[in-house]
């Protein structure tokens, strides 16, 4: 995902009800918010209704906006506290965990032909992140996917930023392996 | 390779980490240079690891669009507002000009319609005619739905069904409020519209335009089919929809996903009056030309074509200053005239998100130049 330069921006337009710059932010961080609710939650619909949750509560209160120093940050904690505040009334406290978070990674190659990927290979780096611890897979995601820094991902989970520079570290590692495996056997 | 844990190897994955989620400093960056030269062998997996760092992940823009319009939806008393019937015909597309306006909307709390800086002109409740002869039955009086899009603005609208119709800028749809979803659901496009068909083979949907009829079991696709343009169109994301041509009824052709028609537009003789689309007559004997072609999204940009309108995206390809003078009319509410006919025939291929018209201009000017000048409801270009 394209990192938006111009994030503050687009939250400058909502504050003025800019119904077009609100439209901008669902539809560009919809589907990764998605996917990290729904490492917790296991259920679409339940992960649908929180992160609308998340949007209308920025549409809510776009007149304080600017209060808000990072939105882009702002947007997951905030879906993180109402995913876990909806764990917690189902009874399934058991699920805000970031040792038990199920994180399914996006495709590593989306289009395999064109980055002259074989399919092989595209299926090895898959099942390499795949079987990534969760808490690493989670971590993974959130800094390549999401874009996230590293002081973000660890203000987010309330972990360090040496444990995340770790984590990220081991995912490497671990997806480097795998490609070497083929490499060695071509 | 056997020194796979030796520190300097923990070290380059540590490098090789910050460096791709850009977090490295310099040195950093300069001490995974040196490992890399020391370690030839790290180099694939280095290489193969920055590259697929770099892909971006797959959207669905129209499966986005469709839960952006549920999260709307859900919040509807948020976004939209009540408003009397006499003073919508006045409302016009919210753009950053006349943001004052779009705020004591809100603030009003009384708008009717959907309003991402789109508006619509709902007209509910007119009743028409339908006067020909021809295929469709003569019904006194009918309770005609109209939901007429004006130039510079687009909406999206909910049928009695649950199909969802995304309606581009110079449009109209007529559906029959007291037939539609009985045995048929049958709507007449003029213009460009984008359909989401819900499911129900029982109630087959079917679109009528000038020069052909679609027929539709529950499916996405969209079609294009402007009176003042040569050709119409058909095109096709997923399911299946079935064409059949005004001029040659017997032939039926079936698209597949990612297929589109193209057909003629144009009438062997010129019309002197504009005729309500139902009401075209079946068959002269003269044979439009069709063909079936494959979407294919453009290499650089990575959209359909077809489809760009839809994402709020003012997108051709390789297409005459003439043509794109008419979508320019559309997307901005200006009519365009080119005044200069040389320059009707040159192509130019553009990808316009939140531009303004002035700034669309200049960048097509950029390519092969002209002059233009932006009057208050017109655009010259010469």
């Given amino acids: 995902m394209k990192r938006l330069e111009d994030i503050s921006l687009l939250g400058e337009r909502i504050a003025n009800d800019d119904q077009l710059a609100y439209r901008q932010l669902f539809i560009h961080f919809y589907n990764n918010l998605f996917r990290f609710v729904m490492g917790f939650t296991r259920s ?39 995913t876990f505040n909806y764990l917690k009334k189902l009874h399934r406290e058991n699920l805000a965990d970031l040792d038990a978070v199920e994180i399914e990674p996006e495709d590593p190659f989306s289009d395999p032909g064109a980055a002259m990927i074989t399919r092989e290979m595209n299926s090895k780096l898959r099942t390499a992140i795949n079987s990534l611890p969760p808490r690493c897979k989670l971590i ?29 570290s081991i995912a490497l590692k671990k997806i480097g392996g795998a490609i070497r495996f083929i490499f060695r056997h071509n | 390779m056997d020194n796979q844990h030796s520190p300097s190897h923990h070290q380059f994955w540590t490098l090789l980490s910050k460096k791709l989620a850009k977090e490295a400093n310099p040195e950093e960056l300069q001490e995974l240079q040196f490992i890399l030269l020391k370690n030839p062998d790290l ?13 971006e992940a797959k959207t669905n823009r129209l499966e986005d669009e469709a839960v952006y319009m549920r999260h709307i939806m859900k919040h509807k008393d948020e976004f939209f507002v009540e408003e009397n019937n006499e003073d919508i015909h006045d409302v016009e597309t919210a753009t950053d000009e006349n943001h004052g306006f779009f705020h004591s909307f809100f603030r009003s709390k009384r708008l009717t319609i959907f309003s991402f800086a789109l508006f619509i002109m709902l007209v509910t409740g007119a ?3 339908f006067t020909q002869k021809g295929n469709v039955d003569l019904v006194a009086e009918q309770a005609i739905s109209s939901i007429v899009t004006k130039n510079g603005s687009r909406t999206k609208i909910v ?27 049958e709507v007449s496009l003029n213009g460009e519209a984008y359909f989401d068909v819900t499911k129900n083979p029982e109630k087959p949907f079917i679109i009528h335009t000038k020069k052909m009829d679609i027929k539709v079991l529950g499916t996405v696709f969209n079609v294009r089919s402007y009176r003042d343009e040569k050709i119409a169109e058909a095109s096709l994301i997923k399911g ?29 003789k010129t019309e ?111």
Wanted: hydrophobic share 35%.
């Fill in chain 1, 140 to 168: 993974f995601k959130l800094i390549k996917e999401d874009g996230l820094t590293y002081k973000e991902t660890a203000q987010l989970l309330n972990i360090s930023e040496s444990t995340v520079d770790n984590q990220l």
């Fill in chain 2, 240 to 268: 299946s929809i079935e064409v059949t041509l005004k001029d040659r009824k017997d032939q039926k052709i079936i698209l597949k996903p990612n297929e589109k028609i193209s057909i003629s537009n144009e009438e062997p």
């Fill in chain 2, 159 to 185: 049928l009695p069904d649950g199909s969802q119709v995304w309606l581009n800028a110079g449009s109209n749809l007529d559906y029959n409020n007291s037939t539609f979803n009985k045995e048929l659901r």
């Fill in chain 2, 272 to 382: 002197k009056k504009p005729e309500k689309i139902t009401s075209v007559k079946a068959a002269p004997a003269r044979i439009p030309q069709f063909e079936v072609n494959d979407l294919k999204p453009n290499p650089t940009y990575n959209i359909i074509g077809e489809i760009a309108w839809t994402q709020n995206k003012l997108f051709f390809e390789d297409e005459t200053l003439e043509d794109i003078g008419l979508m320019i009319e559309r997307w901005f509410g200006k009519k365009v005239t080119i005044a200069n006919e040389s320059l009707k025939n040159v192509h130019y291929t553009g990808n316009f998100e939140n531009e303004t018209l002035e700034e669309v201009l200049l960048s097509l000017k950029l390519s092969k130049s002209f002059n233009f000048r932006i009057g208050n409801d017109n655009v010259v270009i010469y």
């Fill in chain 2, 127 to 129: 009743i028409y005619l």
């Fill in chain 2, 43 to 55: 180099h694939h997996q280095a290489d193969m690891l920055a590259e697929m760092w770099q892909q």
């Fill in chain 1, 44 to 82: 679409k619909e339940l992960t649908e209704e929180i992160v609308s949750d998340v949007f209308i509560n920025v549409w809510r209160r776009r007149k304080s906006i600017e209060e808000i120093k990072n939105l882009k940050l702002y947007l997951y904690v905030s879906a993180k506290n109402i």
